[in-house]
């Protein structure tokens, strides 16, 4: 339950600090149950933990500011989102850090991290939809069944593409089995691919649209 709730509260402070980058101010507490499916009680307790937690301070009434990113609790350290990652065919992969979110490292546990947003709907059956989070830990090998990050020879370019699927081998023809997790696609099929790493959870998209999303 405990890691249900942190991630509620990292909804909130994603839309908080997202709104407050496009607008200028905070969102009311109205405004955040209404996008989040909250109720403004439980907007007004995650506040209250994210104000705890140092994530955000309040002046006031009504303003809301957000601290130094610098500045965090011993517990959380800042996550680099590098991009993008197709859920359907093998796209390029975005290396660059596109933004840095607040994590607590006791919801994901000990390694490295990074998070991906993730684009189409093959694994719309494993609940990952388009424009969701999917948070990754960085490691080179896998175990069959674990949905991944695989980096795969692009046959259009020389160079390789990045895809989340989840992760098997065919010892039998020492091949490698990516399976999308949406019954209307096919597997990928390759000789050799390259496991940058295995995603463990997921922070949900609100506004995704996908089938079982």
């Known amino acids: 339950m405990r890691a249900k709730n942190d991630e509620r509260k990292m909804e909130v402070y994603r839309f908080v600090t997202d709104f407050m980058k496009e607008r200028g101010v905070c969102p009311t507490t109205q405004e955040i149950g209404d996008t989040l499916g909250m109720a403004k009680s439980t907007v007004s307790k995650y506040m209250n933990r994210l104000m705890d937690d140092g994530l955000i301070e309040k002046y006031g009434r009504y303003q809301t500011v957000l601290p130094d990113a610098d500045v965090l609790p011993p ?22 850090v596109e ?18 947003i993730a684009r189409g709907d093959s694994m719309v059956e494993a609940g990952i939809c388009d424009g969701d989070t999917v948070y990754v830990r960085k490691q080179s090998t896998a175990i069959d069944g674990e949905i991944v990050v695989a980096m795969i020879e692009d046959e259009f370019s020389d160079g390789w593409s990045a895809t989340l699927k989840r992760f098997y081998r065919d010892m039998r023809n020492n091949r490698y089995i990516l399976h999308p997790e949406n019954s209307m ?10 496991v940058v790493g295995v995603a463990v959870r997921v922070l949900k998209n609100l506004e995704s649209k996908g089938r079982f999303c």
């Open 75 to 96: 517990d959380y350290v800042m996550m680099p989102v590098v991009g993008s990652i197709a859920c359907g065919q093998p796209i390029l992969a975005i290396e660059e």
């Open 99 to 116: 933004e840095y979110i607040p994590i607590n490292i006791g919801l994901l546990g000990y390694g490295e991290y990074f998070g991906l």
């Open 185 to 194: 696609l096919e597997d990928i099929i390759v000789d050799k691919v390259h």
